[in-house]
């Protein structure tokens, strides 16, 4: 089980932190990540993070956007900075390793 949190309002340029706490390890899933759905979109992969630390960027949030994880807390991280009214999505966490999805938190930026 996945709950994500640390959704909000933000204005653009502003910054948050979205966390994926897991149920159990995640110290053993080898990708985790973090997808987003806009309005009227599909879902789209933001970032992922593999267990030996590799990560992978949506090109449109690289540089801006940082993914991380602590297996002590089985929890997974979404740093997201500079952020743009297009950033506005409802974000999912995800373990790819058992196909479970976290059940979204909504991030709005105003412009």
């Known amino acids: 089980q996945l709950q994500a949190s640390g959704g909000g309002l933000v204005q653009a340029g502003g910054s948050l932190r979205l966390s994926c706490a897991a149920s159990?390890?995640?110290?053993?899933?080898?990708?985790m990540g973090w997808y987003r759905q806009a309005p009227g979109k599909q879902r789209e992969l933001v970032a992922s993070?593999?267990?030996?630390?590799?990560?992978n960027y949506a090109d449109s949030v690289k540089g801006r956007f940082t993914i991380s994880r602590d297996n002590a807390k089985n929890t997974v991280y979404l740093q997201m900075n500079s952020l743009k009214p297009e950033d506005t999505a409802v974000y999912y966490c995800?373990?790819?390793?058992?196909?479970?999805w976290g059940q979204g938190t909504q991030v709005t930026v105003s412009s």
């Open positions: 993070i593999t267990s030996g630390g590799s990560t």
């Open positions: 995800y373990a790819q390793d058992y196909n479970v």
């Open positions: 159990r390890s995640v110290s053993g899933i080898k990708v």
